[in-house]
Structure formats: C-alpha cells, structure tokens
C-alpha cells in the first residue's frame, strides 16, 4: 500500500527510535557528507519534517551483493533510520507478495509517484538481442528500467553493475550489458561505484535528498563527491610506509604482517578514488588495504578490465617511494579530465571541508 503523507519523524516514534539515536544518526551523515557538524541540525530538522518518500529497489544482472551489503548492516543508525527514512514499495529480494501481486506494486509506484519515487537499480541492463538475457515477468530489463527510472524523480545505481556494467560487461561482454545511464539516457542518475557499494555513501545520498531537495554534488561520473572526491592513497594508514619505501615483498613475510605498503602487491590506491578508508564496512570495522589485501580499485571506471591484472602493481607512478602525494600522481595521469566536474547543491560546503583533487580519477577506455 502506498503511504503516505507520514512524516519520518512519525514513523521513526513508531519504530522507537529515540532522540538521541536519530541525532547519532544525523551527525554521522553529516560526517559522511563531508559537511561541517553545523549542517546537523539543518539535516535533522528537514528529516524529521520530511514525508516518506518512495522507493523502488530493481534488480538485473546482479549477484544481490549491494542488497546484501544494506541489508546485512547491523549499524543500528544505518539499518533501522534508513530503512524508516524511506517507504520500500519493490524490492525482489526481501518484499513479501510475489508475481502478479509484485508486478503490480511496481505498477501502482509508476502511476501514483510518476516524478517523486526514488529507484534503485542494482545490477547491468543487457541491450544485445534485443534485451532478452535478463527478463521479468515477461519483460525485459531494458524495458523495466525505461519505464520505472524515466518516471522517477532520481535513480540510485547502487554498485558497479548498475553504474558502467561492471563485472557483467567486463570483456567479452557477451549479453551486451552496460549501466543504468546507458540504458536510459537522459534519467537523472547518481552513480555509487564499488563491488558492492557501501551503505553509509547510500544512506548519505537519500539524507542529501531529503534535506536539500536536490542530488549531492557529482564528478564527471556522475558519483558524489562526497564519497568519490579524494584518493585512497592519500587517506590509507599504510601511506607512511610508502613513503619511507616499505613495501610488502610477498604475502605473509614480515612486511606484510608488520602492516607495510601493498603497492608491490598490486594495490590501486594511487589510482583509485573512493572513502573506503573512512567510511569502512562492516559497520566501520576496516577496510581491504587494514585487512591486509591491495585496493583493487572497485570504485572505478570500469575497473574488471581497467584495473586487472589486481596483482600487478601499477606500471608507472611518479614518485614511486619518494616525498610525493599522489594527489600530485592523480593530476599527473588524469589532467585530461580537468575541469569536467559537476559541482551543485551544496558544492560549497562540500570544497570547504573536502579540497578534492582537481580530478579524481584516469579517464578510462570505453
Ligand atoms: S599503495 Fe595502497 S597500501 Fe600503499 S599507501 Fe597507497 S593505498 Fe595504501
């Protein structure tokens, strides 16, 4: 059923969250938003005042890893805020009806919310042949997401798949498969890269939403700068080491479990932008590069065909082992994208506590 003129202040007293919870909550997107702490009350005060808004998660080609990845969180802020931010109308893999009964769901979000539903879309969209490699209920996915993401106020493409194609276009890419905005040129899409991505950048999105009404500000990829601004290498705890030329030879030797650089073992940090190393996962536990493993630089362009081989180190960096930033590095190899960068809504706020480098990320081959 479609609600819905509760407010989230009014669903979240139903649920128990308290005052306090919601605050916590509040200042961690803030945080997360790379905004100053003043910002806490304004986020606080259009939440409580804003009406649920809809949303509708489709899945194509997909693993379900970033359904997982919000699901599973067992942040309390996280899981129990965001999911009473929004009214979930569609989502395949945890709504209760089925078939029909599903279908039409969908259907009643389209035609009742055409302009103010948000989709999510996790997974590619194969074009080949027509569109026939992934349907449902007797449609394709091509044409689903023509039909819902054209009608929807935004559409979140949730992980890598939904972005560029990730893993499913990765060569020879045989059904065709490419991203949301590929699919549906001219949707209002915000990009959220990474295998999968990280529910606390989600989270921060539909806050960014709900308080100013309008989509953070955007890299040429379209992703936030907020979450896709700054390069791993530049905020990674082993970044010491790099500098001072202390590298792990090979897995497990002394290096390695003394917590050394993983450059030499195929780490795409100095490549790579993402807040990984801030926003963590599992609740903020860690990271790849703390656990031990290189950055395979998930959040990029394309990165199943960019990025590998993953254990390779990177070819050339300039500086290697010397007294260099690789916010130095990202300007050397990407300054053929200068200047590209989409900077709206609160782009201001976000420059005076980010300085992002002046491009983030190498342009990628198509
Ligand atoms: S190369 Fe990788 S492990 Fe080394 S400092 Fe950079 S991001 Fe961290």
């Given at each position: ?75 309390p802020s996280v899981l129990e805020v965001v999911l009473d931010l929004l009214s979930w109308e569609y989502h395949e ?77 990765a060569n020879p890419n045989p059904t065709g498969a490419v991203g949301i905005e590929e699919a549906v040129p001219g ?180």
């Open positions: 059923m479609l609600p819905s003129n509760q407010t989230l202040s009014g669903a979240l007293q139903q649920k128990g969250v308290n005052r306090r919870r919601f605050v916590k909550f509040c200042t961690a997107m803030v945080a997360t938003l790379a905004l100053p702490p003043r910002y806490v009350a304004q986020v606080a005060a259009a939440l409580e005042k804003a009406r649920k808004p809809v949303l509708v998660w489709l899945q194509f080609q997909d693993c379900a890893g970033n359904s997982e990845s919000i699901l599973r969180s067992s942040h893999l945890v709504m209760a009806g089925a078939g029909h009964q599903a279908e039409a769901a969908l259907e009643r979000v389209v035609r009742e919310e055409k302009g103010k539903f948000i989709a999510v879309v996790e997974g590619a969209i194969p074009l080949a042949d027509g569109g026939v490699y992934c349907t449902i209920g007797g449609r394709t996915a091509w044409d689903i997401a023509r039909h819902v993401c054209g009608s929807a106020a935004a559409t979140i493409a949730a992980g890598d798949c939904a972005w560029d194609g990730g893993l499913v276009r949707a209002k899409v915000i990009n959220l890269g990474g295998c999968p991505q990280n529910p606390a950048n989600t989270a921060a999105v539909l806050v960014h939403y709900l308080t100013f009404g309008e989509l953070p500000a955007m890299d040429q990829f379209n992703r936030p700068l907020f979450a896709y601004g700054r390069i791993i290498h530049d905020q990674c705890e082993r970044r010491a080491n790099y500098d001072a030329g202390r590298f792990v030879q090979e897995w497990g030797d002394e290096g390695h479990r003394k917590g050394w650089c993983l450059y030499k073992m195929g780490c795409k940090g100095p490549q790579a932008t993402f807040n990984c190393p801030s926003v963590r996962w599992n609740d903020g536990t860690s990271w790849p590069v703390k656990a031990g493993h290189g950055c395979l630089g998930c959040a990029s362009h394309r990165f199943w065909d960019t990025r590998s081989p993953f254990y390779d180190r990177l070819p050339t960096v300039p500086g290697f082992g010397a007294d260099v930033t690789a916010g130095e590095i990202g300007l050397g190899v990407t300054a053929a994208v200068a200047g590209a960068t989409v900077i709206h809504g609160i782009a201001s706020a976000v420059r005076d506590r980010m300085r992002p480098p002046a491009s983030p990320e190498p342009p990628t081959k198509a």
